[in-house]
């Protein structure tokens, strides 16, 4: 365990509905990311708060919403999402950034999402 | 925006020998390197980082490579163990918290 955790673990839903993915860190992290991780292509960097500031928006579509109430949450709402939205998103955190020598960073397990 | 390219996609080597996977970017401002490995329906956990200062980095069965220059960097793993068998992603990260990955690297240890 890496102190990131994420939920829910999986997730099936329609193009119609709403709901949100949650990552969650009690190890004093300042940074928080958003990844969507697809079958055969790099992590896709979507998100990036720092201290809760949105620093990297990396040309995601509107139908994704972060938000990151504190430095220890942070959340993904999302809305009538396609098929091809179906990834597996994976949050991750890095402590005093932005310290170089100080930016590990440390993975959730992921939430496998479904679109139907 | 950085670039990371990762090669191979694919390695399969017999237990015992040497697996080599290579990375290389083109951003002069990425200065952190880390490695993780992902097993099957598991995070990606890092096994090994190097930042711009240093050329190599050992640790165990696994090192590092670097050269600053060439902007590409390696992973190195010796006496390759069944358990290795996993997917491996280099990145490169820079001052700006920013991280960006390779494609992977499945890389399977025959018993």
């Known amino acids: 365990e890496t102190g990131v955790t994420q939920t829910p673990r999986h997730l099936v839903m329609g193009m119609t509905n709403k709901k949100s993915l949650k990552c969650e860190q009690h190890?004093?992290?300042?940074?928080m990311y958003w990844y969507k991780q697809s079958a055969k292509k790099p992590l896709e960097l979507m998100f990036v708060y720092n201290f809760k500031e949105q620093t990297e928006n990396n040309s995601v579509p509107s139908r994704f919403s972060p938000e990151c109430p504190n430095s220890s949450h942070l959340f993904l709402h999302l809305h009538t999402l396609q098929p091809e939205d179906s990834a597996l998103y994976l949050c991750a955190s890095i402590p005093m950034a932005p310290m170089v020598a100080k930016n590990i960073q440390y993975f959730g397990a992921g939430t496998r999402l479904s679109v139907l | 925006g950085e670039n990371v390219e990762q090669h191979p996609s694919t390695l399969s080597v017999q237990e015992g020998d040497s697996a080599v996977i290579k990375c290389t970017y083109s951003d002069s401002a990425s200065n952190y390197f880390p490695w993780y490995k992902q097993e099957l329906g598991k995070r990606p956990q890092l096994i090994i980082d190097?930042?711009?200062?240093?050329g190599e980095k050992k640790d165990q069965r696994i090192a590092v490579t670097l050269n600053k220059t060439a902007k590409h960097f390696s992973l190195h793993i010796t006496e390759t163990q069944p358990e290795d068998s996993a997917v491996y992603f280099c990145a490169a990260g820079n001052t700006g918290n920013q991280f960006y990955f390779g494609t992977g690297t499945s890389l399977t240890v025959i018993p």
């Open positions: 190890l004093g992290h300042n940074a």
């Open positions: 190097i930042r711009s200062n240093v």
